[in-house]
């Protein structure tokens, strides 16, 4: 079973700085557009970003300005550099491959097919 992996998760201050970075192997890394996702707890998961293969992105609101989306195409690798964190913005992250090549479809979790197992980002007060 085809499956993303996610690292650089863990534990910093508010203010700080974390990079995240997605793993995903031939046949998840193609022409479409990849995605972070995160769910607090208790609360269901919700989007963060997406960016596609040239490199368009989309940010929800919430993160816009503190953090960067990226991708290595060449490496087939997805990068999340989150700065000036939030305890708001404790969670579980994941990226995921969406089965849409538009973009504007990519901001659903129900358009994504692959999935990471995730990594914990927790941001202290």
């Known amino acids: 079973q085809v499956q993303l992996v996610e690292s650089g998760g863990g534990l910093v201050q508010a203010g700080g700085s974390l990079r995240l970075s997605c793993a995903a192997p031939?046949?998840?890394?193609?022409?479409?557009?990849m995605g972070w996702f995160r769910q607090a707890p208790g609360k269901e998961r919700a989007f963060v970003v997406t960016?596609?293969?040239?490199?368009?992105?989309y940010y929800t609101d919430s993160v816009k300005g503190r953090f960067a989306i990226s991708r290595d195409n060449a490496k087939k690798t997805v990068s999340l550099q989150m700065n000036s964190l939030k305890p708001e913005d404790t969670a579980v992250y994941y990226c995921?491959?969406?089965?849409?090549?538009?973009?504007?479809?990519?901001?659903?979790?129900?358009?994504?097919?692959?999935w990471g197992r995730g990594t914990q980002v927790t941001v202290s007060s």
């Open positions: 960016i596609s293969w040239s490199g368009s992105t």
């Open positions: 995921a491959t969406c089965r849409s090549l538009m973009l504007s479809d990519c901001y659903d979790s129900t358009a994504y097919n692959y």
């Open positions: 031939g046949r998840t890394f193609s022409r479409y557009p």
